[in-house]
């Protein structure tokens, strides 16, 4: 079995070591982020709630001097994430949202190479959460078009 069919076999079945592999061996990690919040972002209608989070976090990802914000954007959406689930009832579309943009963020800062990043398993998370809460995160993207975005990051690209 070649790397990608193994990564896939293991991302599909929602293994965190794989989200550890695939993100380790994700040559550009900006790149990644880029793409992904891409799709995300373009996938929301902009009536949708999240549209402007997800903006605000593109434009967050695609200006690595702003990487450093990504700490401020993590702290803010996780406790909206707390504040949701403490409130009885949560939506499970708004937490799942807010848990992938803190993941965002922390991986944002992380390649900002602070002093005090986040715990390294943020990456693998984010990989994972791609597979676990596709149907939550964007209603119209499939696991298909996320594993689209990891896969994109092993092909090479032509000079």
């Not at 799942?96 to 991986?107: S, Y």
């Amino acid at each position: 079995m070649d790397l990608i069919a193994h990564l896939k076999r293991g991302w599909m079945d929602g293994s965190l070591e794989t989200g550890r592999e695939i993100f380790d061996l994700i040559p550009d990690k900006a790149q990644f982020l880029r793409d992904l919040i891409a799709l995300v972002a373009d996938a929301q209608a902009e009536s949708d709630e999240h549209h402007q989070l997800f903006l605000e976090t593109r434009e967050l990802v695609l200006d690595p001097a702003r990487w450093k914000e990504g700490h401020r954007l993590s702290d803010r959406v996780r406790k909206k994430a707390i504040a949701e689930e403490r409130a009885g009832n949560p939506d499970p579309q708004k937490v799942a949202v807010l848990w992938f943009v803190e993941l965002i963020g922390r991986v944002a800062y992380n390649l900002s190479h602070p002093q005090d990043p986040f715990d390294e398993d943020n990456g693998w998370y984010l990989i994972k959460s791609m597979r676990d809460k596709n149907g939550c995160i964007a209603k119209t993207l499939t696991i298909a078009d996320y594993w689209a975005v990891i896969e994109k990051q092993f092909t090479c690209k032509a000079s």
